[in-house]
């Protein structure tokens, strides 16, 4: 047995950490004093106050028994492979920037009702990011059903087009050029289609400017290797990670290949002990950071000194690579430094483990050439190496010098007509530089999703399709294709893809081009015939067509790309890495893990999904350390002043464990004056903070001042708390669990270490510890969940799947600062130790569905009850909001609908619900169910199978489906052999709150940490 461990503390905020009293009290008190006391009451109860909330309490209950009634029809004549009641899936794919995923969407009655990944996708593997699954929300969205307008005035698409033809033979005719302007992508159709129209259009160019570039690693890899495109590195190929200001698990848009990667090195056991090792060098605190094993807090002008001194140890101290006997050696003789912490230790794993180094995407290429030094010198680039030189992102070349050169194009009137296909650099720029970019363009022209900020300078603008409305195609980074299909017709009529309005424009120009290609669909289908099918494969074009819809994937062979060497690309890299900038205080702008560069900011699933760092919810804050903001005499939520060369915004304070002192950090997709309703207000926009030629991300000198006002921040961290201090202790020790490696190996139940007695089992007692009966659970399902902490990153993807799965409603900004919102898993976040640099512990919360679950004991009315499944259900429409379940719960899992959340739904919203699961109502209180619908779905097919019994991996629940970490496990304890019964038996399984003798049905797995001691 070893020695036990010293006592840890476990805490969610500097003012839990403080004991400050209203925060005490919160983890005190299921309620405020004052949370039911009725508007325009006295602090005594009336007689005639009394008589109000009796009759409310009535009323209540009538209306949670009783639901509006409405009328429904059959069909007169039924569509083709549709049943009513029964679900159709059909494959497509998605993307982010240029990483494509495959998907699976559900279909009731021709309409999306979920999105998940395909799992004959080897990217996602099934799995879906939050953006993904965010797409349905989007479709349904009421700000994104507008009409074509010209001059301000409703129009038609072929209209509209027809004026943007006239407009473009004018100004050809005067010698001018035409731009448009697209966004990143991954689609081989759509670039070819870019290209014809540029040999179509006269003088005219089609230019990627997307709204937070990214070209350091491309500009790096092009130099440095000879290949001019942005590497997709294998992490599970990888025994050490060395990640600098890498968020590769959170805000990168590759993050659900990357995870899935990731996680599979870190699920350790005593039968297999391998585990990957992953050291975080970072200014801020990201979501991969608080995954990482050894973590070190560095300022931003250190980051590229550490990387020189990384080098200098391995190239020149050790010896190590080709990179030693070269010219890049001497370039680095004056770069030791031995004062970075770890630096010695990062250099052995790197060099006796096979090791990776990642780097932050929005870095300059200067410091992305240390990397790829880095890698060179470690051996990662190879076909069965980490960084396979042949896995590129699609359409990943660097595109800054394209992007600049219309710039300047633009600024000096050379363009007569712009097109802003689906970008809005009104907003990402900032209306100054937009402004001054535009003003002698004599046309403006949009199509959009949503009438955003650039349309309103435009006078013509053509809303276009969502991407679950049209077809297209992707391309993987593996070189597999996959084709992008509609799932429903346009919700708005006669309205047109942006790939379908860009070949109308064509087509109007010149009636000749694709005179026999009617719709873009037609255009794919051609790519498709002469680039992808295969005519010796056997099969007609129509049977391959046909299967690779049904499938979702196409494997092709990937183009080989071999690295060309160039080491005075390299030596000048290093020069220019020693030149960096500074100031008194940096500010960084970082990519939003969520809204990423604004594009989904009138979600409010998104809105509302905490950070999955700092917890807070319908805004972005200036991120600094705690002796950072005191050293400027700031506190928490006083609203500061952020100035740099380029312009100021105001930010409120957010105090941030584990960042850099003297550094501001804050992050994108914020301050949307236009395109919808949510996004409204919400935020500041960072674009008016960055200098021109950092491409609205990076690190910058600024000063702050205070304004002399405060902002309320909404948060969730301290929302539900587990633990208090009369009530398990604030080390929450028996609560989450975590060991480094080294002790788990040595002795496994260190994870058990401190657990206290099971009250009324290992603590005897002369009378019975329950009033509930055994559950007799001999034949049939037992349904149970392990969650694997180890695994688990923190994504949230689970949360947003339970979310779209079950109709739970977003609450507004006001309504979570009282601790109202709705979720029903809840991604609590833990601090361990060290108040500067803590470590992080996570733990995903939800229903433990305990067997002997105290909310069930003290519902007056039967709402809450026990299955025969051992499931712990809700009848809603029994629930009169006593709330009794909610005070007796120990994990403050479950959420009361204090008002009617969808009272002002617009249409289409309503096509947004998921049919088997009820839409809940005002005064009824709601948690996980383990999707039962979509147990009982699967019961149906084993029933018409004549089976009783569901196969092992037969359901799965909307958040174990989606997580990219594989997690989650699911499934039937009555089944030995089943996934879930071996991995509750698992060395680092535990309950929470087992002492209580609640008996949950979920079990997690303790974090384990390769490191044999704490962070730097």
Request: aromatic letters at 8%; proline letters at 6%; a negative charge.
């Amino acid at each position: 047995m070893s020695e036990t461990r010293p006592k840890k503390t476990y805490w969610k905020s500097f003012e839990e950490l403080s004991r400050e009293p209203e925060v005490m009290q919160s983890l005190e008190k299921e309620f405020p004093d004052d949370y039911d006391k009725p508007l325009g009451s006295g602090t005594t109860m009336k007689r005639r106050t009394f008589l109000g909330i009796m009759g409310a309490s009535i009323a209540l209950a009538s209306a949670a028994c009783r639901r509006p009634e409405e009328k429904i029809m059959a069909y007169v004549n039924k569509p083709e492979y549709m049943t009513p009641g029964l679900a159709n899936h059909f494959a497509t794919a998605t993307s982010q920037g240029n990483f494509a995923t495959g998907l699976l969407v559900k279909t009731r009655e021709g309409r999306p009702i979920k999105v998940e990944g395909n799992n004959l996708d080897p990217i996602s593997n099934g799995a879906s990011s939050v953006q993904a699954q965010s797409l349905l929300l989007s479709l349904y969205d009421p700000d994104r059903i507008i009409r074509p307008t010209v001059n301000n005035s409703d129009s038609t698409p072929q209209n509209a087009i027809n004026r943007m033809v006239d407009a473009i033979k004018e100004v050809t005719e005067k010698g001018k050029s035409v731009r448009i302007l697209v966004d990143e992508h991954a689609s081989p159709s759509l670039a070819k289609l870019y290209s014809d129209i540029e040999t179509v259009l006269p003088d005219t160019k089609v230019v990627t400017m997307p709204a937070l570039p990214m070209a350091g690693a491309a500009e790096a890899n092009a130099a440095l290797l000879g290949i001019d495109g942005v590497f997709v590195p294998d992490l599970s190929k990888a025994k050490t990670i060395l990640g600098i200001d890498a968020d590769f698990l959170g805000s990168d848009s590759e993050a659900v290949y990357h995870i899935r990667n990731f996680a599979q090195n870190r699920k350790p056991s005593t039968k297999n002990p391998e585990m990957s090792r992953y050291y975080a060098v970072e200014s801020g605190m990201t979501l991969s950071g608080t995954n990482a094993d050894y973590r070190v807090r560095i300022k931003p002008q250190e980051m590229n000194e550490f990387l020189l001194a990384l080098l200098h140890e391995i190239v020149v101290k050790r010896g190590v690579s080709s990179l030693a006997d070269s010219g890049i050696a001497s370039k680095l003789r004056n770069h030791g430094n031995t004062n970075f912490a770890f630096l010695t230790r990062i250099a052995d794993d790197l060099l006796s483990q096979q090791g990776v180094v990642m780097i932050g995407k929005h870095l300059p290429a200067e410091t992305h050439a240390l990397g790829i030094l880095l890698n060179y010198a470690v051996g990662a680039y190879g076909e069965q190496k980490p960084i396979n030189p042949s896995h590129v992102l699609p359409y990943s070349e660097a595109k800054s010098n394209a992007a600049e050169a219309v710039k300047q194009e633009l600024t000096a009137g050379d363009v007569g007509v712009v097109i802003f296909a689906d970008v809005n650099p009104a907003y990402s720029l900032g209306p100054d530089v937009f402004k001054k970019l535009t003003s002698k363009v004599l046309y403006k022209f949009e199509f959009g999703l949503y009438a955003d900020e650039t349309s309103k300078s435009c006078p013509i603008f053509v809303p276009i399709n969502h991407p679950l409305e049209h077809w297209g195609d992707m391309q993987m980074l593996d070189g597999s294709m996959a084709i992008q299909q509609p799932l429903i017709a346009p919700l708005n009529d006669g309205q047109l893809s942006l790939p379908d309005a860009l070949l109308l424009l064509a087509k109007a120009y010149n009636p000749e081009f694709e005179k026999d290609t009617a719709k873009y669909y037609d255009y794919v289908r051609n790519y498709w015939r002469q680039n992808v099918y295969e005519p010796l494969s056997g099969k007609t074009f129509g049977t391959f067509w046909n299967e690779a819809l049904q499938s979702g994937r196409v494997e092709r062979s990937i183009t080989s790309r071999t690295i060309a060497w160039n080491s005075q690309a390299a030596g000048s890299m290093i020069d220019r890495a020693s030149k960096t900038e500074s100031g008194a205080m940096m500010c960084g702008v970082l990519p939003h893990a969520y809204l990423k560069d604004g594009k989904f900011a009138n979600l409010g699933w998104l809105q509302e999904l905490p950070d999955p760092v700092t917890t807070v919810v319908w805004d972005n804050v200036a991120m600094m350390s705690k002796k950072t903001a005191e050293k400027n005499s700031l506190r928490q939520g006083d609203l500061i002043r952020v100035k740099s060369k380029r312009g100021t915004i105001e930010l409120p304070v957010f105090y941030q464990p584990g960042m850099a002192d003297d550094v501001v950090i804050t992050t994108s997709g914020y301050g949307r004056t236009e395109g919808g309703r949510v996004l409204d207000g919400v935020g500041a926009n960072t674009a008016l903070l960055t200098p021109e030629g950092k491409h609205n991300l990076g690190y910058f000198p600024v000063t702050i001042e205070p304004t002399g006002e405060t902002y309320e921040i909404a948060t969730t961290q301290n929302n539900h708390s587990l633990g208090g201090e009369e009530f398990f202790g604030i080390d929450r020790e028996n609560i989450v669990k975590d060991a480094t490696l080294e002790e788990f190996l040595n002795d496994p139940g260190v994870i058990h270490e401190g657990d206290l007695p099971v009250y009324g089992v290992e603590e005897p007692l002369d009378e019975p510890i329950s009033l509930v009966p055994e559950h007799d659970y001999s034949t049939g399902h037992r349904w149970a969940m392990t969650i694997d902490e180890s695994a688990c990153v923190g994504c949230n993807a689970c949360t947003i799947a339970c979310q779209s799965e079950n109709n739970i409603p977003t609450v507004g900004k006001e309504q979570v600062i009282k601790g109202r919102e709705m979720h029903w898993i809840r991604m609590d976040r833990y601090y361990v130790g060290d108040e500067e640099n803590p470590e992080v512990a996570r733990q995903t919360m939800l229903c433990q569905h305990c067997e002997t679950a105290p909310c069930e004991v003290v519902c007056p009315v039967a709402a809450t009850t026990h299955s025969p499944e051992g499931l712990n259900e809700m009848t809603y429409n029994r629930c009169v909001g006593t709330r009794y379940c909610s005070n007796n719960c120990p994990y403050k899992v479950r959420r009361f609908n204090y008002l009617d959340y969808h009272d002002e739904d617009r249409d289409p919203l309503s096509m947004l619900f998921n049919p088997d699961v009820t839409v809940r109502m005002r005064g009824v209180m709601e948690k996980c169910t383990f999707c039962v619908q979509r147990i009982n779905e699967a019961k149906y097919h084993a029933k018409n199978e004549g089976r009783e019994t569901l196969k092992d991996g037969e359901v799965q629940t909307a958040c174990q489906q989606s997580c990219p970490a594989e997690a989650i496990t699911f499934g039937n304890v009555n089944d030995p052999e089943s996934n879930v019964s071996k991995s509750r038996s698992s060395e680092r399984g535990y309950l929470v709150l087992r002492d209580l003798n609640t008996r949950p049905m979920v079990t997690y797995l303790a974090k384990i940490r390769n490191t044999a001691g704490g962070a730097a």
